[in-house]
């Protein structure tokens, strides 16, 4: 089983400030986990009251081999640590790249060259392989499941922040592919409850976010679970009013019957054991098997595929009109007819 960004991290933490390795490469698709892991390198490095001056910022797009050379194989003053760092690693090329690469081993005890880059792997070339012989690579996953939700608890409790289970589970399905955004909302629950109190509601989540995709989103796949077919075609019209891009509200839809699908085919399973089989939340599970009831298997099965249908029709421009086959897609699923 392939090790969480998270685990990655604490690691990174206890290990970087005995850490005899001259150089780090970091490899992400998460823009927001690159930057956290900086952060990460930094205080375990240089400790929390370091001085800026011991950060050498090296632009990867307008590294000079003359740059490199006498500012990062210098000796430091005071012999204090320094961390050296190159954000977007793969855009270095020409004598720049030949140059990093070949000094590596030549960087000063008191300095580390931290490199990172967004991507799905490390890229193939000189530097990657100097740093494999001289340094560590690592590979931070894209957070999912369990580990997504862990991190938004994390970042929640680093702002003083309990979530509820409705809170956390409607927030990481709505944002969570998008972890600056998700950070984002945190900071306006944070700002929105205040200081006295710190636990957040689902009232609380509403009354920041007003009458958005956020809680209309939610509203229609709860009607569409519970077979309130007037209900949901009053959601579907409002999201579509508001401007919400269809294509989202299908993604929701599939989503929804997807889990409801796996709920039904669990017979037994508690919600707990659910949520650890498909990784959402045990609010979500809960709501999910309670919704799944109103259905049969083949019904879902049929809806689910009725969902891909859709998809393909308004991806290649069969359909004529968008809302037109998301009413089409909530009448059969929800009526059976």
Not at 6 to 23: F, H, V
Not at 93 to 102: C, F, K, M, P
Not at 124 to 137: E, Q, S
Not at 184 to 213: H, Y
């Amino acid at each position: 089983m392939r090790e969480s960004s998270l685990s990655i991290l604490k690691k990174l933490r206890n290990e970087i400030a005995t850490q005899t390795a001259r150089a780090y490469l970091i490899v992400s698709e998460q823009s927001l986990l690159l930057e956290q892991a900086i952060q990460t390198v930094i205080a375990a490095w240089l400790g929390k009251d370091y001085d800026q001056l011991q950060i050498i910022n090296l632009n990867s797009s307008e590294l000079t081999p003359d740059y490199f050379l006498s500012n990062v194989l210098t000796f430091g003053i005071f012999a204090q640590r320094r961390l050296a760092l190159l954000r977007a690693a793969d855009e270095l090329n020409g004598d720049a790249l030949n140059t990093v690469a070949e000094a590596i081993d030549q960087i000063p005890e008191e300095t580390l060259l931290l490199c990172t880059v967004e991507g799905k792997k490390p890229p193939k070339g000189k530097l990657t392989t100097a740093i494999k012989k001289a340094g560590v690579i690592l590979e931070l996953p894209q957070l999912r499941g369990a580990d997504l939700y862990q991190w938004t608890r994390e970042e929640a409790a680093g702002l003083g922040l309990t979530l509820s289970p409705e809170v956390e589970a409607e927030l990481v399905a709505t944002f969570g592919g998008n972890l600056f955004q998700l950070q984002s909302e945190l900071l306006k629950l944070a700002t929105f409850v205040g200081e006295e109190k710190r636990q957040v509601e689902i009232k609380d989540l509403k009354e920041v976010m007003g009458r958005s995709s956020l809680h209309s989103i939610f509203d229609l796949t709860d009607a569409l679970g519970q077979k309130n077919l007037v209900k949901a075609r009053a959601e579907l019209n409002q999201l579509l009013r508001s401007g919400e891009n269809p294509m989202y509200v299908l993604t929701m839809l599939q989503w929804h019957l997807a889990n409801l699908w796996q709920c039904k085919s669990t017979a037994g399973a508690n919600p707990q054991q659910v949520a650890a089989v498909l990784g959402i939340h045990p609010y979500v599970a809960s709501k999910s098997l309670k919704q799944a009831a109103n259905f049969d298997l083949e019904e879902l099965s049929r809806a689910y595929l009725l969902a891909v249908e859709t998809e393909y029709r308004l991806k290649t421009g069969k359909a004529p009109r968008m809302d037109v086959e998301l009413d089409r897609l909530l009448v059969k699923t929800i009526a059976n007819c």
